[in-house]
């Protein structure tokens, strides 16, 4: 190997002559560079990069080295596939939370603080905004339903069908009934599916509707009891909608809160939903100063902070876990490349012998740290984004398989799996492995590159 690896140079340093005299020969010489073209063209390469891929290919020799060898490139490829498919999956999770989360509640609210909204004037002002699409009244209560002996408490939301169908979602997830049944003067109900299941009711039954209300005299409290006929039954998706959520006309709301004037607020649905903050609140400081009415205005950020929290810190916690197999990989380069110094020690000192520098040394250990890098991100990166695109034929099977839900709906509070891949999270992804799997290659490098060569050559 070793008079080999001399013989190489040798001849790359007379082509080195050959070449530089075609050169000086003009057209003459030209036809003698032709003859060697593919020895000047491979002489061209970087002699850290020629001989670093020839290290690579001489460890199939060292069994042992080669396996760890691919045991890292595996390593590599697992931790960022894995990356690639948690995260798309956690931002599909994102997305499809956020999205049921606001089928239901609008982007944004505005709700009265001491006196009544002059809601129908407030509504027809906001849709001339070109930021904002639709705004619907409501009402909102807390509620007990009875059904027998069957108690739930519920969030009772009163709505007007016309306006609600253009701000809500509700409409398009009816299992039975429609947003339309609902009638003023009539105690029509629609309920969330988990609620019905809950109070054992179906369409067309009835239950009883129990809401506290200010006394007359507005001392104390007295109890508002009505029945109610189920007209529709809704499904989101959501337990947290679908479990406590009921719908009833907002004069039914009215009457059943005990109000003489309307307190109604308004949900507020915008073109562009991280912008809602923003487009109400100016709305609001521009449209406020000369009614001389105080309102509250929230946003979807507000109200839903917690879910959004609990997500961005899964993600950060998973990340990091998954982390770890990328880990475990580098450390595995780590005692490749330090096996292949041992191993080419005296290749190494006859290479420091012909000239080459301490920093070329180090070039040619960092290439192959570089190459398992690369070759291990490319793996990677191409079974994730496969992974992904198909994570919704996988999910499905591998649930039956190991027979566990990978989201039970019960703590992720959606009943499907969906993924949702961006090409930044894949770009980061692939950096910071390829950052990680250079840094690993420093310790064998400089290792290799102080080798002393006449203590080596000594014994050779």
């Not at 947003?179 to 003067?185: E, H, K, N, R, V």
């Not at 209300?213 to 499904?235: C, M, N, P, W, Y």
């Not at 960092?366 to 079974?383: D, F, H, K, L, S």
Request: charged share 15%.
């Amino acid at each position: 190997m070793y008079t080999q690896l001399i013989l190489t140079c040798s001849s790359i340093q007379r082509n080195v002559t050959v070449y530089g005299h075609a050169l000086a020969n003009g057209v003459s010489g030209l036809r003698s560079c032709a003859r060697c073209y593919w020895v000047a063209a491979k002489m061209m390469r970087p002699v850290a990069l020629f001989v670093g891929l020839r290290y690579l290919q001489t460890q199939r020799s060292n069994g042992f080295a080669s396996f760890v060898s691919i045991a890292s490139v595996i390593g590599v490829a697992l931790g960022v596939a894995a990356l690639i498919v948690v995260l798309s999956v956690m931002n599909g999770f994102e997305n499809e939370l956020r999205v049921r989360l606001l089928s239901l509640a609008g982007h944004a609210s505005i709700s009265p603080q001491k006196t009544p909204l002059p809601w129908r004037e407030m509504r027809r002002a906001l849709v001339t905004n070109p930021g904002i699409e639709a705004a619907a009244p409501f009402v909102e209560l807390e509620a007990m339903l009875a059904n027998g002996r069957n108690l739930s408490g519920a969030l009772l939301t009163g709505v007007e069908p016309g306006f609600e169908q253009d701000i809500s979602a509700v409409g398009r997830h009816m299992r039975s009934g429609a947003l339309a049944d609902l009638q003023p003067g009539q105690n029509t109900i629609i309920l969330g599916r988990a609620l019905a299941l809950k109070l054992g009711v179906y369409l067309g039954d009835s239950l009883t509707v129990m809401v506290p209300r200010k006394q007359a005299a507005g001392i104390g409290l007295d109890t508002s009891l009505r029945r109610f006929r189920i007209v529709g039954i809704f499904e989101l998706g959501l337990r947290d909608h679908d479990g406590v959520r009921a719908l009833v006309h907002l004069d039914n709301a009215r009457i059943m809160a005990g109000l003489d004037k309307p307190t109604v607020g308004l949900r507020i649905k915008t073109s562009d939903i991280f912008s809602a903050p923003q487009i109400v609140r100016s709305w609001v400081r521009d449209w406020t100063p000369g009614s001389g009415i105080e309102v509250a205005v929230r946003d979807w950020t507000q109200d839903n902070a917690t879910y959004f929290r609990a997500v961005r810190i899964e993600k950060i916690m998973m990340t990091l876990l998954l982390s770890l197999i990328v880990g475990v990989a580098l450390f595995n380069i780590v005692a490749t490349l330090v096996m292949v110094v041992m191993d080419k020690r005296s290749g190494i000192a006859i290479l420091r012998t012909l000239g080459y520098s301490r920093r070329t040394i180090v070039q040619i250990f960092a290439v192959q740290g570089i190459v398992v890098g690369w070759v291990g991100v490319i793996i990677g990166v191409a079974i994730g984004i496969v992974m992904t695109k198909n994570v919704d034929q996988l999910a499905p099977r591998l649930e039956q398989l190991f027979g566990f839900q990978f989201m039970p709906a019960d703590v992720y509070y959606l009943t499907s799996l969906s993924a949702d891949l961006h090409t930044s999270d894949v770009v980061w992804i692939s950096v910071i492995a390829l950052l990680m799997t250079a840094l690993a290659t420093i310790y064998p490098a400089l290792r290799a590159a102080g080798i002393a060569p006449a203590e080596v050559l000594r014994y050779e």
